[in-house]
């Protein structure tokens, strides 16, 4: 408890003309089944309003404001042969992280009950979800055009907008956050006073203002900025990246690299291409009479997939953050969350992500792409280079996208050739052309006189059902993706 915050909140509260939605005041009124109903009906106008938390505050006269004290004592009251507390949390469905205090303010017991706004579903008590209008607490069901408000304002919320460091100084702000790359990577000139550099930040919703001239600041803030993820919560630093260089190819082998990030992932984003590319086995290339080495992938859909997993994970589930693993004959990158659309999907539809603001502002630093994932990047570059088709999958929950070394056509095993099969056939199409055999063996490496084994390809794609061909009269036209 922070005795401070809670008093900065009560004077507050205190200064508000009258009682708001989202804020209420009581004397002594202890009633179980009121102070339910009230934390529903006062969750769900937070979430209507805009406001990250709702406040129920007794010991209070409602029309002067004045102080008096109660004798309400939630941790010791029961209801129901029960502590009201566990009582309450029972009866409240989806969960919600309500907390009582009690403190002495200015020789007056007073007890603050702090709620914070539904972000999933109305809430509930005792399946009934309520609404605060002016003193009153009706059925919210009874009032559809809020309902429906509700709904909208609840589908629109996100992870970004929640508080990774409350009531924070500006000299505290500006310690744990690295502003200097903010604006450079946003292209914006430093401004040379503290009021416009945290204006700046408030106006990208990186911080959020709290109470008694501090700051909130916030996940999306935390989980870019951070100069140090381990300051924040665990649920922020254990969204760190983990980077993992095993000696062989698979998780048996020795590990001889090991490293964890702890800076945000915008003011660390390149420092983590820097240092995995500078354990990337080489391939030696001859061109124009120069000998020149290349890295074992190509740099781009390192890049770029590094970019979506740190940009697309579910930032919900907690215990777990994007991993790069790095064996001897490919690179795995995993971010937690199943995906939001079917993974073969990925090079064709739009980018969806459940993390509306990171992706919109690291789009303007630069990291990902301005429009569209990027996936067709990875995958064109994999033939550019003759790889192995990349390996889209949900596992679990958990996205994984696996970039192969290199390896001839003889080498690759059946599903690898039908999926590079329906990829190529997917790239055409999206370029305005058509799949052909002619392009698939260039694809795969394939001599032209050996055109026969991209048939065979063509025809287990075919049979797979991810491809099919442009015009049923005039199979020579060529093939396009199942979807097309």
Known sequence: MNTQRTYAIINDLLTKQSEKDWIEFKHNNNDAVMIGKKISALANAASLLDQPVAYLLWGIKDDTHKALGTNFEPFIQTQSREPLIFWLT?????????????????GHNLVLLTIPATTTSPLEFEQTAYIRIGSATPKLS????KLSSLWTKIQSYVWESGTAAGFQTSDEVLQKLDYVSYFDLTKQPLPDNRKGILEKLQADAIIM?????????????????????????????????????????????????????????????????????????????????????????????????????????????????????????????????????????????????????????????????????????????????????????????????????????????????????????????????????????????????????????????????????????HPRSGYVPFWA
Request: charged fraction near 25%; hydrophobic fraction near 35%.
């Open 142 to 145: 009874d009032h559809p055009a």
């Open 209 to 473: 203002v709290d109470v008694g001239e501090r700051w909130n600041i916030t996940n999306l803030g935390a989980i870019l900025l951070a100069k140090s993820l381990k300051v924040f919560s665990l649920s922020i630093a254990r969204k760190a990246v983990r980077f993992i260089q095993y000696n062989g190819n698979n998780r048996a082998a020795k590990v001889v690299n090991r490293q964890e990030g702890d800076k945000g992932y915008a003011s660390g984003y390149q420092g983590l291409l820097q240092y995995i590319d500078n354990l990337l086995p080489r391939n030696e290339h001859i061109g124009q009479a120069f000998r020149e080495e290349e890295p074992l992938y190509p740099e781009i859909a390192i890049r770029e997939l590094v970019a979506n997993a740190l940009i697309h994970q579910d930032m919900t589930v907690t215990g777990s953050g994007p991993m790069v693993e790095m064996f001897s004959d490919r690179l795995e990158i995993t971010n937690p969350g199943k995906p939001l659309i079917e993974p073969r999907r990925f090079i064709d539809y739009p980018p969806r992500s459940r993390n509306e603001r990171l992706a919109a502002l690291t789009r303007r630093m630069g990291i990902c792409e301005e429009q569209g994932s990027g996936i067709d990047k990875v995958i064109a570059a994999a033939e550019i280079h003759q790889l192995p088709p990349p390996d889209f999958q949900e596992k679990g929950e958990a996205v994984c996208v696996t970039l192969f070394a290199p390896r001839r056509f003889a080498n690759m095993t059946p599903d690898e050739r039908v999926r590079a099969c329906y990829q190529h056939a997917v790239l055409s199409f999206l370029s305005g052309n058509k799949m052909k055999n002619s392009t698939l063996c260039q694809r795969l490496g394939i001599d032209s006189k050996n055109s026969s084994q991209a048939s065979v390809v063509i025809k287990q794609t075919l049979d797979e059902g991810l491809v099919k061909p442009a015009d049923t009269n």
């Open 90 to 106: 029972k009866r409240l469905k989806p969960n919600l992280d309500f907390r009582f205090e009690t403190i002495d303010y200015e």
